[in-house]
């Protein structure tokens, strides 16, 4: 029978407990500087909308969030970005005195997002400011700077901007520094080696319903955890739902859609 506490969780029948976002956030989502987290499912379910959740309360003066972003639309960075009162800018390192920049006001979060509008230079453009983003925050961590590198539609980046190298040496060092990296896989296959990398590397895994059995058998690589119990659970879930894993631990649970 499902069992529900006063907060709004409850256990499914198969055992799972689901948490009101708020509550997953507030008393169970822990992370350090350092841990990467990936956020998997396809276009549309979600990921953008929970990783911001999760800025809301992790982001802070002393471990800002970079998030990279490749399209030329995405209302939900564009509103959860403006109510988190993060700076958008349109190049990277920002545009001025570099060092006035970051002694003003200290936002908790920089929405790194290049002007679109011109097919013949948008990728080259955009692939080079994606670039020294990655670059400049790699560097950063070696002083032992920390932050949060979100590389939004990580797809894009991979393929069309070709940043698969820069990534995954993200993804292999940058850990040990304090630079954690946040990857969104819509779908792993033909996304380079960076979705590999992530799931490997990733204190805390988001999955959301996934139809596609290839895009499921990539949770093998998360390790210590049955891809096939996984793969089945993610079958069960509502839209916007995702089922939240944690490296540490071994810990498993839905977090609800609101
Ligand atoms: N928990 C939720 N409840 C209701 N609506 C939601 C929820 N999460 C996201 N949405 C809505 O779903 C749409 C897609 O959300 P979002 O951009 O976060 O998805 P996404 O997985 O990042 O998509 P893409 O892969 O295309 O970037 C948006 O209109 C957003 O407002
Ligand atoms: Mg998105």
């Known amino acids: 029978m499902t069992q529900v506490i006063e907060s709004g969780a409850y256990q499914r029948d198969d055992g799972l407990w689901v948490f009101p976002r708020e509550e997953f956030i507030r008393e169970r989502f822990r992370v350090k500087p350092g841990n990467h987290v990936v956020f998997g499912g396809p276009s549309q379910n979600g990921k953008t909308s929970l990783a911001f959740d999760l800025l809301e309360v992790v982001a802070t003066e002393e471990c800002p969030a970079y998030i990279a972003v490749s399209k030329p639309r995405d209302p939900v960075t564009q509103k959860r970005g403006m109510e988190l009162n993060f700076r958008f800018v349109n190049d990277w390192p920002p545009p ?16 790194v997002w290049p002007e679109f509008g011109d097919l013949d230079t948008d990728v080259i453009r955009s692939r080079e400011i994606t670039r020294r983003l990655i670059e400049d925050r790699y560097a950063a961590g070696v002083k032992n700077k920390k932050g ?9 980046k991979a393929k069309v901007l070709k940043l698969d190298r820069e990534m995954t040496t993200i993804h292999a060092m940058a850990g040990a520094m304090g630079l954690g990296a946040w990857t969104f896989v819509q779908k792993p296959t033909g996304a380079g080696e960076t979705p590999i990398m992530a799931y490997g590397a990733c204190e805390w895994a988001f999955l959301f319903s996934d139809p596609d059995k290839r895009s499921r058998q990539r949770y093998d690589e998360i390790g210590g955890l049955d ?10 879930l509502e839209k916007y739902q995702c089922l939240a894993l944690q490296r540490t631990g071994r810990r498993m649970c839905i977090v609800d859609k609101s």
């Open 96 to 111: 001025g005195d570099v060092k006035q920049f970051f002694r003003r006001d200290k936002p908790r979060g920089f929405i």
């Open 148 to 156: 949060i590198l979100v590389l939004d539609d990580t797809y894009v």
């Open 227 to 236: 891809p096939n119990y996984v793969s089945a659970k993610v079958m069960t």
